[in-house]
């Protein structure tokens, strides 16, 4: 796995660049056909599980529930998730 160090800003720059991708992907399927379109919404539906993972992990470090240091290697992890469902999911689907 690869080991990113990063701020919580950068978490947050990451996180909405994810958000726009998986929107993106979201608009595509609607466009797919429909076998296709089915097996990718599970695909979508784990991305979009991972995001909020990652969104709630922000929202406590940002009420102070949590400390950076203490979520950063989690952070990291669940992004590194992201990006290799969206990329399994984008070459398997060709969207």
Excluded: C
Excluded at 10 to 30: D, F, T
């Amino acid at each position: 796995m690869e080991k990113k160090t990063f701020n919580k800003e950068e978490a947050e720059v990451e996180l909405n660049q994810w958000k726009e991708r998986i929107k993106q992907l979201r608009m595509n399927i609607e466009q797919a056909r429909d076998d296709i379109k089915v097996d990718i919404l599970g695909d979508l539906e784990k991305l979009e599980n991972q995001q909020a993972v990652i969104k709630n992990k922000l929202i406590h470090l940002n009420e102070g529930k949590q400390k950076w240091d203490d979520i950063e290697a989690s952070i990291g992890d669940a992004l590194y998730q992201i990006k290799n469902t969206y990329n399994k999911a984008n070459s398997k689907y060709n969207l």
